[in-house]
């Protein structure tokens, strides 16, 4: 595991800020995952490729609704579109949100 950084009052320029790039990126990609709408599409995802579709239905939400978190998902980087004729399927771009994922049923789902 990583060891978290320390900020020391002779801290470099350069370091503060990568550190504060660092901050803003962690907190683009945690509103991205505060609405639970997005955190249940990332939960469907981690089991594999989805239609909008699929998603709706799993969700019991609207399409409009369901492609309205899709597309913050997809500018935070988190989820891939692919298109296959009319149906457009997503699937997690990266392992972030499943290792996310993790750490949140760790905390807050898990019992001990």
């Known amino acids: ?3 978290l950084p320390v900020m020391t009052p002779d801290m470099s320029q350069e ?7 660092n901050a803003v990126t962690a907190s683009n990609f945690l509103k ?7 955190l249940m599409i990332l939960c469907h995802l981690v089991s594999g490729e989805k239609s ?3 998603l709706e239905a799993l969700l ?7 492609s309205q978190q899709l597309s913050r998902l997809r500018l935070e980087g988190l989820v891939t579109p692919r298109r296959d004729g009319k149906t457009i399927y997503y699937r997690l771009a990266d392992d972030r949100p499943r290792r996310m ?3 949140v ?3 807050f ?4």
Not at 15 to 21: S, W
Not at 60 to 66: C, E, I
């Open 1 to 3: 595991m990583t060891s």
């Open 15 to 21: 370091d503060m800020d990568r550190m504060l790039a």
């Open 32 to 38: 991205a995952i505060s609405h639970e709408g997005r």
């Open 52 to 54: 909008v579709s699929e």
């Open 60 to 66: 019991s939400t609207r399409q409009a609704a369901v």
């Open 101 to 103: 994922l993790e750490l």
């Open 105 to 107: 049923y760790e905390l």
């Open 109 to 112: 789902c898990k019992d001990d």
